[in-house]
């Protein structure tokens, strides 16, 4: 059974930075694709970035230049460090995990991010 737990949602200030964490277990983590996804009230899940098993990067736009995907094998764990946020960045922050060759796809509960202006 492959778990996803994200965890490092927060309020904080426009301006202000956090980091999110996302750890696997019940998998080989190294194999997966990882992404981090995010869905605001009222709206639909968009990608944020991801980041391949052979850590190759992807960005949405909007985050381009001040969000950095990053994974640690030893540990089963991606980051996304949220730098320079806006109020646009409020949402719950959802974990993905993907394993296109056997079409497995797992996800996380999420983490609320909250930006206050």
């Known amino acids: 059974q492959v778990q996803l737990v994200e965890s490092g949602g927060d309020l904080v200030h426009a301006g202000g930075s956090l980091r999110l964490s996302c750890r696997a277990s019940?998998?080989?983590?190294?194999?997966?694709?990882m992404g981090w996804y995010r869905q605001a009230p009222g709206k639909e899940r968009e990608l944020v970035a991801t980041i391949t098993s052979g850590g190759s990067t992807k960005y949405q736009d909007s985050v381009k230049g001040r969000f950095t995907i990053s994974r640690e094998n030893d540990e089963n764990t991606v980051h996304l460090q949220m730098n320079r946020l806006t109020v646009g960045d409020t949402a719950v922050y959802l974990c993905?995990?993907?394993?296109?060759?056997?079409?497995?796809?797992?996800w996380g509960q999420g983490t609320q991010v909250t930006v206050s202006s």
């Open positions: 993905k995990a993907q394993l296109y060759t056997f079409g497995f796809t797992y």
């Open positions: 019940g998998t080989d983590f190294t194999i997966y694709d």
